[in-house]
């Protein structure tokens, strides 16, 4: 079955950081690119960062640069968002992508005090 499955949402306190992860089945993991998307309550779903299909390349966006970090690892078939110094505004649900379009689930991330 083709499927993205994220992991690792939760309560977090600003500043404070937390690892999300996505686990692909059912493709050729390591021949796509893949990208995290968040989308906070009555705003649109927005590009956060996506990462080279071989892990050599990354993008951010500015709102999380130098704070987010995305990785994979082509052997497990999973990426990773290590995310830091956590703010309010990245409270959101954030997804999975693969372009095709294919998304996981979503997982909750709420950063509240």
């Known amino acids: 079955q083709v499927q993205l499955v994220e992991s690792g949402g939760g309560l977090v306190q600003p500043g404070g950081s937390l690892r999300l992860s996505c686990a692909a089945s059912?493709?050729?993991?390591?021949?796509?690119?893949m990208s995290w998307y968040r989308q906070a309550p009555g705003k649109e779903r927005e590009w956060v960062a996506s990462?080279?299909?071989?892990?050599?390349?990354?993008n951010y966006a500015v709102a999380v640069k130098g704070r987010f970090s995305i990785s994979r690892d082509n052997a497990k078939n999973t990426v990773n968002l290590q995310m830091d110094s956590l703010k309010f505004e990245d409270t959101a649900v954030y997804y999975c992508n693969r372009a095709g379009p294919l998304w996981g689930q979503g997982t909750q991330v709420t950063v509240s005090s």
């Open positions: 990462i080279g299909a071989a892990g050599s390349w990354t």
């Open positions: 059912g493709f050729a993991f390591s021949l796509y690119e």
